[in-house]
């Protein structure tokens, strides 16, 4: 079993910045493979970005690409987020979930385990 908890959202000015984390327990993080899921008011959960086990392999949604970078730190068993140039259509409840396996994937049905989200805000 896997537990995942966000933290790091909140509100931001378009332009600004801002870091999500997501800090998993459980031995079985460092073989699996982790992602980030967002959803809106009113939309479907959409893919983020993903993280193989090691972290040399990275996915990113063509809308956040070069802007978010995903990131993980085995040790400390958590996985990050950093989003640049944040727009007010990045706005959304943000997930962290984890597979159960090692590479990545980029539909939400590949994922197992999941965090309770976080929101993030971005003004315009």
């Known amino acids: 079993q896997v537990q995942l908890v966000e933290s790091g959202g909140g509100l931001v000015q378009a332009g600004g910045s801002l870091r999500v984390s997501c800090a998993a327990s ?3 993080f460092s073989n699996a493979a982790m992602g ?3 959803q809106a008011p009113g939309k479907e959960r959409e893919f983020v970005a993903a993280i193989g086990r090691t972290g040399a392999v990275t996915y990113y949604a063509d809308s956040v690409k070069g802007r978010f970078t995903i990131s993980r730190d085995n040790a400390k068993n958590t996985v990050y987020l950093q989003m640049n140039s944040l727009k007010p259509e990045d706005t959304a409840v943000y997930y962290c979930a984890a597979r159960t396996v090692g590479y990545v994937g980029k539909r939400a049905d590949e994922y197992a385990y999941w965090g309770q989200g976080t929101q993030v805000t971005v003004s315009s």
């Open 36 to 38: 980030w899921f967002r």
């Open 26 to 28: 459980g031995r079985t």
